[in-house]
């Protein structure tokens, strides 16, 4: 069996044009920095519903993220796309020790599959473009899953690893914290009754 060998002549503007074109096809994707990624998640044993209600009104963060001390809304309506909020607190200890904020927008949110996505627009804790999402799953016996998964810039100075396992941590303990948040909102029903 034989083997036909072709060749091709690419006549030299033609290869000096494909290799600029390669030139910029490199550096258009090393303009584009890889995504550094991360999730946690956790079981609330509370039914669906009831979670949704703690975890998707901004007037409820600090119920169940412990280190958010206020959330201001913006600009727009709560639970519609480009509603604004400003939450402040100690999420990330600052060197001043002063409080650390961030300016976030809902990108998404869908009531009926109980999820939302958030983007950091502007803060002082350097996750500026961070998109953060929440998703709710109906987990039986009354249960729920809680989804939490983020991706983050590269942070120069930082390694990836530590900056996951650091957001990694405190997203969970928010996701510790809910069911803690449910209960003290059916006390407070309890009580007025």
């Known amino acids: 069996m034989s083997t036909l060998i072709t060749s091709v002549v690419v006549p030299c503007q033609l290869r000096k044009e494909m290799q600029v074109s390669t030139l910029l096809q490199a550096v258009e994707t090393e303009g584009k920095k890889r995504k550094w990624h991360g999730s946690v998640s956790g079981i609330v044993d509370s039914p669906l519903d009831k979670v949704w209600t703690i975890v998707s009104q901004s007037k409820r963060l600090s119920q169940w993220m412990p280190t958010v001390e206020r959330c201001i809304d913006l600009v727009g309506d709560e639970g519609v796309p480009g509603y604004v909020r400003l939450v402040s607190g100690f999420m990330f200890p600052q060197q001043d020790g002063e409080s650390s904020w961030i300016k976030e927008r809902l990108v998404a949110m869908d009531s009926t ?59 969970k303990s928010c996701i510790n914290r809910i069911q803690g948040a449910i209960e003290d909102a059916n006390k407070k029903v309890y009580e007025t009754c």
């Open 113 to 171: 599959s109980h999820s939302y996505v958030y983007k950091m627009e502007a803060s002082n804790v350097g996750l500026d473009g961070s998109i953060n999402s929440l998703k709710l799953i109906d987990y039986g016996d009354g249960s729920t899953l809680v989804n939490w998964s983020f991706e983050i810039d590269p942070l120069e100075g930082t390694l990836e690893d530590n900056i996951i396992d650091y957001l990694g941590f405190l997203y």
